[in-house]
């Protein structure tokens, strides 16, 4: 697959951004009129620049405002159509995006405006270039993809066709399996952007709120196999419309970019895999038998590494330069010390299968923060390849003769991932490489790690939704909302199909760049025995993250609880949720660093995280924190 980026994605200048696409692997990219109009470049000397960056000038984009209009206006337009066209000949361009009339239509007759698209392709047809027309999902006449190719279809002109955009189509939920019945020849060029489902006016939504594929909703596998299934072999490319991304880094964002288009294709062979006995629309003498080829379509898609979705936690991994607070912490909770490690400076405590690192490698003054995760994959090796496939940057580690050799990758959050050889009791080789540690009592206390909560600064939210559904093999889940004292708080749960992995990304207020630490996230560890474990906590000195009375007044009026079990989730701190699956007891301890730790129970099939809790933590600590300052 040919891949694309207009320049109105990334941030900077245009010389950055044609040097940020290169740098991430794309083949072409459309040249969005604004930055050229700007750009102290020549247009010999973008030409010469994409040349030796290795990109293709695929598309210049946008021409607004030509049909649908009177013969004086026409005439206007086919002068600026013109000038136009002679700027593409000096960039060596040849085809053009021509929008559906938005702001200067007056006449709404498909005749005339047919009439004028066949002007303006004479025109483009002198001077050897293609012009994609493109239905706006808000064009004040044409705002339906099929209406568009009809109008192509009337002109038959070898120098008009249609652009199809997935954000013009989805956002207005047209039926993309017409797509297929559209002559391959016609499509001229293939845009794709997703997006999140939101209730507002399309416009808006199309200027702010486009992501890159994988981060929003679209079914843009399904739209990609109905491209494929019409014969289109031609760019895809990425047009995104989006505050954050225009203001983050242009290497980074152009990345990020590319990873997409990866996802996107292997998700688009997937979806022709599993529809293959359907029969192709597009393709001349298709029948059920060569449907099942995937391969025999113009448009190639290439495809990843199999894995499987990671089987559990391995381990979770703190870093300080000072852990006795930590180490209390933990031990309090119930943890065993484990040991230190033979060649580095770092602890292992585990309960159970929940295994936590204290590494005390940080830099000087370093607050304790969430630092890395390991996962049971089936095959690291195969699952870091995939993961670099997808841009993800490998994380060196370095290690001594008879250690474990962890694949690690970097999230976009700057969290290390490890990827683990995963045992079918829960077990971990590499445990061996730590001394002994204290007496380990027998028949502790089983646990695992429940779920892990993480803080993402707002330039990188999008990109980690991605990196983990696409290096992970983890399912988004519809985001959240949860009201804090310094703002609200956006949640996104990433999690396996079984819920052995539950990955909760915090897209916390005010978080700047570079500052994730600044914001507390936790490690929630899963016990058979909530009470049992907070008065043993108790009595080793653990202090408790205290809930207002008030919290369980309200408990009380919503769910009707027994006096006695009331007044013990009151003496411990614990909080309680219920819903129709089962119920769901909880308590945090104190912050330390940027860290602190929850402990769960889940009682029948309880699904979710405590979420009308969530309000209540945030005030208390808020409370804690500033009352220490």
Same mark, same amino acid.
């Given at each position: 697959? #040919?891949?694309?980026?207009?320049?109105?994605?990334?941030?900077?200048?245009?010389?950055?951004?044609?040097?940020?696409?290169?740098?991430?692997?794309?083949?072409?990219?459309?040249?969005?009129?604004?930055?050229?109009?700007?750009?102290?470049?020549?247009?010999?000397?973008?030409?010469?620049?994409?040349?030796?960056?290795?990109?293709?000038?695929?598309?210049?984009?946008?021409?607004?405002?030509?049909?649908?209009?009177?013969?004086?206006?026409?005439?206007?337009?086919?002068?600026?159509?013109?000038?136009?066209?002679?700027?593409?000949?000096?960039?060596?361009?040849?085809?053009?995006?021509?929008?559906?009339?938005?702001?200067?239509?007056?006449?709404?007759?498909?005749?005339?405006?047919?009439?004028?698209?066949?002007?303006?392709?004479?025109?483009?047809?002198?001077?050897?270039?293609?012009?994609?027309?493109?239905?706006?999902?808000?064009?004040?006449?044409?705002?339906?993809?099929?209406?568009?190719?009809?109008?192509?279809?009337?002109?038959? *002109?070898?120098?008009?066709?249609?652009?199809?955009?997935?954000?013009?189509?989805?956002?207005?939920?047209?039926?993309?399996?017409?797509?297929?019945?559209?002559?391959?020849?016609?499509?001229?060029?293939?845009?794709?952007?997703?997006?999140?489902?939101?209730?507002? +006016?399309?416009?808006? =939504?199309?200027? *702010?709120?486009?992501?890159?594929?994988?981060?929003?909703?679209?079914?843009?596998?399904?739209?990609?196999? *109905?491209?494929?299934?019409?014969?289109?072999?031609?760019?895809?490319?990425?047009?995104?419309?989006? +505050?954050?991304? #225009?203001?983050?880094?242009?290497?980074?964002?152009?990345?990020?970019?590319?990873?997409?288009?990866?996802?996107?294709?292997?998700?688009?062979?997937?979806?022709?895999?599993?529809?293959?006995?359907?029969?192709?629309?597009?393709?001349?003498?298709?029948?059920?038998?060569?449907?099942?080829?995937?391969?025999?379509?113009?448009?190639?898609?290439?495809?990843?590494?199999?894995?499987?979705?990671?089987?559990?936690?391995?381990?979770?991994?703190?870093?300080?330069?000072?852990?006795?607070?930590?180490?209390?912490?933990?031990?309090?909770?119930?943890?065993?010390?484990?040991? #230190?490690?033979?060649?580095?400076?770092?602890?292992?405590?585990?309960?159970?299968?929940?295994?936590?690192?204290?590494?005390?490698?940080?830099?000087?003054?370093?607050?304790?923060?969430?630092?890395?995760?390991?996962?049971?994959?089936?095959?690291?090796?195969?699952?870091?390849?995939?993961?670099?496939?997808?841009?993800?940057?490998?994380?060196?580690?370095?290690?001594?003769?008879?250690?474990?050799?962890?694949?690690?990758?970097?999230?976009? +959050?700057?969290?290390?991932?490890?990827?683990?050889?995963?045992?079918?009791?829960?077990?971990?080789? =590499?445990?061996?490489?730590?001394?002994?540690?204290?007496? #380990?009592?027998?028949?502790?206390?089983?646990?695992?790690?429940?779920?892990?909560?993480?803080?993402?600064?707002?330039? *990188?939210?999008?990109?980690?939704?991605?990196?983990?559904?696409?290096?992970?093999?983890?399912?988004?889940?519809?985001?959240?909302?949860?009201?804090?004292?310094?703002?609200?708080?956006?949640?996104?749960?990433?999690?396996?199909?079984?819920?052995?992995?539950?990955?909760?990304?915090?897209?916390?207020?005010?978080?700047?760049?570079?500052?994730?630490?600044?914001?507390?996230?936790?490690?929630?560890?899963?016990?058979?025995?909530?009470?049992?474990?907070?008065?043993?906590?108790?009595?080793?000195?653990?202090?408790?993250?205290?809930?207002?009375?008030?919290?369980?007044?309200?408990?009380?009026?919503?769910?009707?609880?027994?006096?006695?079990?009331?007044?013990?989730?009151?003496?411990?701190?614990?909080?309680?949720?219920?819903?129709?699956?089962?119920?769901?007891?909880?308590?945090?301890?104190?912050?330390?660093?940027?860290?602190?730790?929850?402990?769960?129970?889940?009682?029948?099939?309880?699904?979710?995280?405590?979420?009308?809790?969530?309000?209540?933590?945030?005030?208390?600590?808020?409370?804690?924190?500033?009352?220490?300052?």
């Amino acid at each position: 697959m #040919r891949t694309g980026i207009a320049t109105v994605c990334l941030s900077g200048t245009l010389k950055e951004k044609m040097q940020a696409c290169a740098i991430a692997g794309f083949d072409g990219i459309e040249i969005f009129e604004q930055d050229l109009v700007t750009s102290p470049l020549s247009p010999e000397d973008v030409r010469k620049m994409a040349a030796d960056l290795g990109l293709g000038l695929d598309l210049y984009q946008p021409f607004r405002d030509f049909d649908s209009v009177s013969e004086g206006l026409l005439q206007e337009n086919l002068r600026r159509a013109d000038a136009k066209f002679k700027l593409m000949s000096r960039l060596g361009m040849d085809t053009i995006l021509v929008c559906t009339n938005v702001g200067t239509a007056t006449i709404d007759d498909d005749d005339l405006r047919a009439e004028q698209l066949s002007r303006l392709a004479e025109l483009a047809g002198d001077h050897g270039v293609k012009v994609a027309y493109e239905a706006l999902a808000w064009g004040k006449y044409v705002n339906d993809y099929e209406h568009a190719h009809r109008l192509v279809a009337a002109v038959d *002109h070898p120098n008009l066709g249609t652009c199809l955009d997935s954000f013009h189509i989805l956002s207005r939920d047209w039926d993309t399996a017409p797509i297929e019945a559209i002559k391959p020849e016609k499509i001229f060029f293939v845009q794709v952007a997703d997006a999140p489902k939101l209730s507002m +006016d399309v416009l808006s =939504w199309s200027r *702010h709120y486009r992501v890159f594929p994988g981060e929003g909703q679209f079914e843009l596998a399904k739209f990609m196999g *109905h491209v494929a299934r019409a014969g289109y072999s031609g760019p895809v490319s990425l047009e995104v419309f989006n +505050d954050v991304f #225009r203001q983050s880094d242009v290497e980074r964002t152009a990345v990020d970019a590319m990873r997409s288009l990866i996802w996107l294709e292997e998700q688009s062979a997937k979806w022709l895999d599993a529809n293959a006995s359907a029969t192709p629309g597009g393709v001349a003498g298709a029948t059920p038998a060569k449907a099942a080829g995937r391969r025999r379509y113009p448009m190639e898609l290439a495809t990843l590494p199999k894995v499987a979705e990671p089987a559990g936690f391995n381990f979770a991994e703190v870093k300080t330069d000072g852990p006795a607070q930590l180490e209390t912490l933990l031990g309090q909770l119930g943890f065993t010390f484990d040991g #230190r490690h033979r060649t580095k400076d770092v602890q292992l405590w585990s309960m159970g299968h929940a295994r936590v690192i204290i590494n005390e490698q940080a830099p000087s003054h370093s607050q304790p923060a969430i630092a890395a995760l390991g996962f049971d994959v089936d095959s690291p090796v195969i699952a870091s390849a995939r993961a670099q496939q997808l841009k993800a940057p490998v994380v060196p580690r370095k290690v001594q003769a008879d250690e474990e050799v962890f694949q690690g990758i970097a999230a976009p +959050d700057s969290t290390e991932i490890f990827l683990c050889q995963g045992n079918p009791d829960g077990t971990a080789a =590499w445990t061996r490489e730590f001394g002994e540690g204290l007496e #380990r009592p027998s028949g502790g206390t089983r646990a695992v790690i429940d779920h892990v909560n993480l803080a993402q600064p707002w330039q *990188h939210f999008d990109e980690a939704v991605l990196f983990y559904t696409s290096a992970l093999a983890l399912e988004p889940q519809p985001f959240a909302e949860v009201p804090s004292p310094s703002g609200l708080v956006r949640s996104q749960v990433m999690q396996t199909s079984d819920r052995a992995v539950r990955l909760v990304l915090n897209l916390a207020p005010l978080l700047q760049q570079g500052d994730r630490k600044s914001y507390q996230e936790h490690i929630a560890f899963a016990v058979d025995d909530l009470v049992a474990t907070a008065r043993a906590a108790r009595e080793r000195g653990l202090e408790f993250l205290r809930i207002p009375a008030n919290y369980y007044e309200d408990l009380d009026a919503r769910f009707a609880l027994d006096p006695a079990f009331l007044a013990t989730l009151k003496e411990l701190n614990l909080l309680y949720d219920r819903d129709a699956n089962g119920e769901f007891l909880h308590f945090y301890t104190a912050t330390v660093g940027s860290v602190f730790f929850e402990m769960v129970e889940r009682r029948g099939n309880y699904d979710g995280y405590g979420a009308p809790n969530a309000p209540v933590r945030h005030a208390v600590q808020y409370d804690s924190l500033h009352s220490r300052n």
